[in-house]
């Protein structure tokens, strides 16, 4: 032991000489030494409890700092669930608007269109009443009769056009593959390409063809 630490220590003992304490002086120099390896002692478990703390404070840091990463984690999750459950629901709220659309697409439908075959029936009906009345000879006897076809026919008409049926004769029109079918072609001295006669009437239903007209097509220069 140096004499620069046992100056130290008698230093430390005069002190507290001051204050009552036993001198360090009335004992033996073996005293004196026991008691400066029992201040190296303590001073050395002193520096050893430090260490301690200081282990503690470092093991107490790195648990916090393994909180902060371990919470930064589950933040990011839970952002990224959100994120995920955000897509999900504006992926099915798409889905809804398209259904719900498509709904109203075939409500509106089946309200326009729901009496296409029964309709179809019905104009049969009417076409049949529009080729009895042609077949009738015209004379003061059958007048009487044509009248009443007329008739007849002229209710049917009006009562199928309520519900969106409409009868087509499209004689001298322009010939329409979306409405009419041709089942002629002929020489006349029409436009080309016009109606020349109507076979058969054709029916629309509201703006859905029906039945097509069966036509003849004027085609110039037929051999």
């Not at 049917?156 to 499209?170: L, M, N, Q």
Request: proline content about 2%; charged content about 30%.
């Amino acid at each position: 032991m140096s004499n620069k630490t046992i100056q130290d220590i008698l230093q430390k003992r005069k002190h507290k000489n001051i204050y009552g304490q036993k001198n360090p002086s009335s004992g033996n120099n073996n005293s004196y030494e026991k008691e400066i390896k029992n201040d190296n002692n303590n001073t050395d478990d002193n520096n050893i409890n430090n260490n301690i703390k200081i282990n503690d404070n470092e093991i107490e840091n790195h648990k916090k700092d393994d909180n902060n990463d371990y919470y930064q984690q589950q933040i990011a999750k839970l952002e990224n669930d959100n994120k995920q459950l955000k897509e999900v629901i504006l992926r099915e709220k798409a889905e809804n608007e398209n259904l719900r659309r498509r709904y109203e697409r075939e409500i509106s439908n089946a309200e326009s269109y729901g009496i296409t075959k029964f309709a179809r029936d019905i104009v049969e009906i009417l076409e049949n009443l529009h080729r009895a009345k042609s077949h009738i000879k015209i004379s003061e006897e059958n007048k009487s009769i044509i009248e009443g076809f007329e008739m007849n026919i002229k209710i049917f008409e009006e009562s199928i056009t309520k519900h969106g049926i409409k009868r087509v004769s499209p004689l001298g029109e322009q010939f329409d593959p979306k409405y009419h079918q041709a089942v002629a072609h002929i020489n006349g001295t029409g436009e080309q390409g016009s109606i020349a006669d109507v076979i058969q009437a054709g029916y629309i239903l509201n703006d859905r063809i029906l039945k097509p007209a069966l036509v003849a097509v004027i085609k110039k220069d037929i051999v």
